[in-house]
């Protein structure tokens, strides 16, 4: 039993007594505790060492005060899995020194077993659950298929994405067989983690939002609800899908039959819960820039989010996006403690 | 008289026997003719010779056959006008080595007469207008205030925008000076614009879009209604505002008094019309990665966005983004051709 259910309960819509509040990449490198770790081994190494992960992964549970832990990973461990080779530099971001462009790279991308390819990772939840002992809930995540396409195409951090846009036109047939071999491995890393121990589940389509609505549908929702629902068949557990600027497709995600629905800054949470309220939990919306500003104006900007979204159950307080690396922890306490407190009004 | 009155029509949402077409960024690298004349001078000297920016401004009027020419200019020569030095690089982008932060780097900008500052665009305006001789009209153009503060602020392209949104929520009363400072040569700079031959107007609102909706209203919207209102007391043009990614404040810019809204390919045409088809023309919406693809998908993208409008007037097809530099000119040949046929069963 969850010492703190707030989270569950609020992917759940049930009644709780105020909101809670996470925060994307809150186990980071705004927290000089995380920074301490860092200097010891690189970013991959510390996701491969489960002691370490679930050191990192706590955290903000301990420092901030948030509602859930998210164990501490990347996104791009499954395409590693896969046979990709994967290097992370300080800096540069991520880079597949062999990206995949034809049917010659995509024959050599794997079907994997995750308890045995990712079993660090699980190994992390497996510690971490045990070092949590019941404070809070443990979140587990995966990269969305088209996102991870993205990356496997690009290479390294891109602009335009024209060569994964190239490759989704111009080898569609090729590129639905990544996606669709994409969705198997992550629907079985899933399952696994929630079989390690976490309690709740968040896909990350971080550039679902680049496609045309009709796009969207066909390379990335339609993959998105296939991972909703074959995980629906065999574990009992919140998922929350985040598609990042993919505000036109709102309705279309909550019909997958994911609990949560994430959303951005851009737009008002007021107008999202009135489109897809009556169907799941929304998480969201602060732009992560406010957390330059000064607390009075950072309470103001989280004050206005709670009106918008109004009373009752089915908010989870969040970022739009990742908490970036130059934020002073104090500004993330303050919205943390502000939003402890001031949601009680609007759950009574 | 324009022999070619397409555009102009279409903006005013009066009956054309077809849809017209440009294409952001058509005077640009993607073309060999274009690359040709760059060879030989910098960018900015190219914006600065009023007789090679005439050249490039009409070379896609001849070779791609679009409905309209747009001044070849940049964003950026206002802030540069306004006292700001300015360097534009090839490979890493526009750079402002002394980007504003402070009250003393603000109170350094100018507020200037377009006629002697900028009077190399108006030179290259009424020289293209001449060279054109009456065959297209002449888009003329500015970035939106808060686009160019961002370029101002940031110095230099950015990922995160982390600098311009700390300046605009902890220097607020400084932030708006600066825009209305900026609003206000803006304003002059587009009249004179057209006082030297250009036909239509555009305002490129390029990063409002990383605002949320309420921010949007204010740092952004905000500005633009102010100069659309004055331009519209001053001279009789149709305005065309673009704001990439605000998808959520479709209906605010509709309301601004602009003649036409653009769009990007984020957003279903059809569902721009049904919100905001009663009170602009749309300009938009084909994703520009689309003419990395096959003539046959091209194709089958332009009709769809066709049909997705539907039939009627108020339609200017555009892509939803400039046109990427490592475009076959072919293919947008081919699109451009397309709509030019296909269009004609919309609007019988």
Tied chains: 1, 2.
Aim: glycine share 6%; aromatic share 8%; proline share 4%.
């Amino acid at each position: 039993m969850l010492q703190n259910d707030l989270l569950i309960k609020a992917c759940r819509k049930e009644k709780t007594f105020r909101t809670p509040i996470w925060i994307m990449r809150q186990a980071g490198r705004y927290l000089p505790e995380y920074r301490a770790v860092r200097e010891k081994v690189s970013f991959l190494e510390l996701c491969k060492t489960p002691e370490l992960a679930a050191q990192v992964t706590i955290q903000p549970v301990d420092i901030i005060g948030v509602d859930s832990a998210i164990i501490f990973s990347d996104i791009l461990v499954i395409p590693e899995a896969m046979g990709m080779r994967l290097s992370i530099e300080e800096g540069t971001g991520p880079i597949f020194e062999e990206p995949i462009r034809d049917l010659n790279s995509v024959k050599k991308l794997l079907r994997f077993d995750p308890t045995d390819k990712l079993k660090y990772v699980l190994d992390a939840v497996s510690l971490t659950k045990k070092e949590l002992n019941s404070r809070v809930p443990l979140i587990g995540f995966s990269g969305s298929p088209f996102t991870l396409l993205t990356y496997m195409v690009e290479g390294k951090t891109s602009k335009f994405f024209s060569k994964v846009k190239s490759f989704i036109f111009q080898e569609r047939d090729l590129a639905h067989h990544v996606l669709n071999l994409l969705a198997e491995n992550i629907i079985d890393y899933l399952i696994a983690k929630v079989k390690a121990g976490t309690d709740v589940l968040q896909v990350f389509d971080t550039w679902g939002g680049i496609l045309a609505p009709h796009h969207f549908d066909e390379f990335s929702l339609y993959y998105l609800t296939k991972i909703v629902e074959e995980i629906k068949t065999k574990v009992n557990v919140p998922i929350i899908l985040f598609s990042k600027g993919s505000n036109s497709s709102l309705e279309k995600i909550a019909m997958t039959g994911c609990d949560v629905v994430g959303i951005d800054w851009t737009i008002d949470i007021g107008q999202a819960r009135k489109s897809i309220g009556k169907y799941t939990a929304i998480q969201g919306n602060l732009d992560p820039t406010i957390l330059y500003a000064e607390e009075e104006i950072i309470k103001e900007e989280a004050s206005r989010i709670l009106k918008n979204f109004g009373n009752g159950s089915g908010h989870i307080f969040n970022l739009g996006h990742g908490i970036h690396p130059d934020t002073e922890p104090s500004k993330l306490k303050c919205l943390v403690d502000f939003v402890k407190s001031e949601s009680k009004k609007f759950h009574q």
